[in-house]
């Protein structure tokens, strides 16, 4: 601060400081300007001029201290209006976050269900392939065993009809019997 003074003071009285920067000759001249011992009246004026610039450098120091102020304030003002709108932001996004959280949940769930109906699924498949290969050799068996018959001509054929089974095979069986014996 001390600096701002010194220089506000050069800018308000540059004749001023340029009386007080000229250094004094070592010569016996006689100066054009008279000594302040033998002058009072000149004395008070510099005194009147020195306090001048001191009330125009606070002055000044002063509309600088305001202005610096009035821009701190209008920058503080402007990080709260940002500072609102990032929390709007942030405040979107967890919400977001919230219900991308709940979708995700939601289709874990479904996918859970799935891979168990899956599972479920494959075992009945494997139960439904051990039946149908045990069918499998069950029908071969029974067509091996058809096949012997039909080459001995030893078979029955039974044919049921409203809860009565009729012997067809029999009169049938005894038919072929009794040409084969003829």
Same mark, same amino acid.
């Given at each position: 601060?001390?600096?701002?003074?010194?220089?506000?003071?050069?800018?308000?009285?540059?004749?001023? !400081?340029?009386?007080?920067?000229?250094?004094?000759?070592?010569?016996?001249?006689?100066?054009?300007?008279?000594?302040?011992? *033998?002058?009072?009246?000149?004395?008070? !004026?510099?005194? #009147? !001029?020195?306090?001048?610039?001191?009330?125009?450098?606070?002055?000044?120091?002063?509309?600088?201290?305001?202005?610096?102020l009035?821009?701190?304030?209008?920058?503080?003002?402007?990080?709260?209006?940002?500072?609102?709108?990032?929390?709007?932001?942030?405040?979107?996004?967890?919400? !977001?976050?919230?219900? *991308?959280?709940?979708y995700?949940?939601?289709?874990?769930?479904? /996918?859970?269900?799935?891979?168990?109906?899956?599972?479920? /699924?494959?075992?009945?498949? #494997? +139960? /439904?392939?051990?039946?149908?290969?045990?069918q499998?050799?069950?029908?071969?068996? *029974?067509?091996?065993?058809?096949?012997?018959?039909?080459?001995?001509?030893?078979?029955? /054929?039974?044919?049921?009809?409203?809860?009565?089974?009729?012997?067809?095979?029999?009169?049938?069986?005894?038919?072929?019997?009794?040409? +084969?014996v003829?």
């Amino acid at each position: 601060m001390g600096e701002d003074a010194a220089q506000a003071e050069k800018f308000q009285h540059p004749g001023f !400081d340029m009386q007080q920067e000229k250094p004094s000759s070592p010569s016996p001249m006689p100066s054009s300007t008279p000594s302040p011992s *033998l002058n009072l009246g000149n004395t008070e !004026d510099a005194i #009147r !001029d020195n306090s001048q610039v001191n009330a125009v450098t606070v002055l000044t120091l002063l509309d600088k201290l305001v202005n610096m102020l009035d821009a701190v304030q209008e920058n503080q003002h402007k990080m709260e209006q940002r500072q609102i709108s990032l929390e709007g932001s942030v405040k979107g996004i967890q919400n !977001d976050l919230t219900k *991308l959280s709940k979708y995700q949940a939601s289709t874990s769930n479904t /996918v859970s269900k799935l891979l168990e109906k899956s599972r479920k /699924v494959s075992a009945h498949t #494997r +139960a /439904v392939k051990e039946r149908m290969d045990r069918q499998c050799a069950q029908v071969k068996r *029974l067509e091996n065993n058809h096949a012997q018959l039909l080459r001995r001509n030893h078979f029955k /054929v039974l044919i049921f009809q409203e809860l009565r089974a009729l012997a067809a095979a029999v009169c049938w069986a005894g038919q072929i019997n009794s040409v +084969a014996v003829h």
